[in-house]
């Protein structure tokens, strides 16, 4: 079945420690994101990447770090110098259409849940 | 002003009662809107999306926007326990990015 997964579903991080969430598609997907959400808030885009060996910063990137190396993958690092990394992290992937308005509907994973020991 | 705003609720309706579901946004320029439900610990799903003005049905569903007053809305008919969920409203910009509204808490009521 095609979709997209995310791994581990809960992580925990060690104070100083760098941690990486995967995300990867079969969609053929080109773009992909990453989000934060927070409870009870909206999501806010962390990093995205719309080809292969590129990406762009979104609204709260520092602390963060993203690869893209294949079309398929699309990880993140949650560095140390996040102070407050404990949220929800989700990826999405978005692309592939015969409508070109249909192509921007972002599909996401079931999400990661990082904590702090 | 935020990009893309909604009411945050919660907003509880009767079973059986229509929910109606309001997002604005501020870029006059935007080319499509989204509908994107979210169950409490899960991730958003897909429920529509629209980019002419005028309304969209699908089953219980229909989507409304009207460009002239940057309004989009969501309204769900015959409403469901089921369909107690946080709604997020996504708009691509005139400027190709896709931004995600707060979410609307919608709790039917039993």
Redesign the interface.
Known sequence: DGGITQSPKYLFRKEGQNVTLSCEQNLNHDAMYW?RQDPG???RLIYYSQIVNDFQKGDIAEGYSVSREKKESFPLTVTSAQKNPTAFY?CAS?GVSRSD??K????????TRLSVL | QKEVEQNSGPLSVPEGAIASLNCTYSDRGSQSFFWYRQYSGKSPELIMFIYSNGDKEDGRFTAQLNKASQYVSLLIRDSQPSDSATYLCAVKTSYDKVIFGPGTSLSVIP
């Open positions: 989000y808030q909206g999501l989700l978005s308005l249909a921007n509907i972002q599909y996401f994973g079931a999400g």
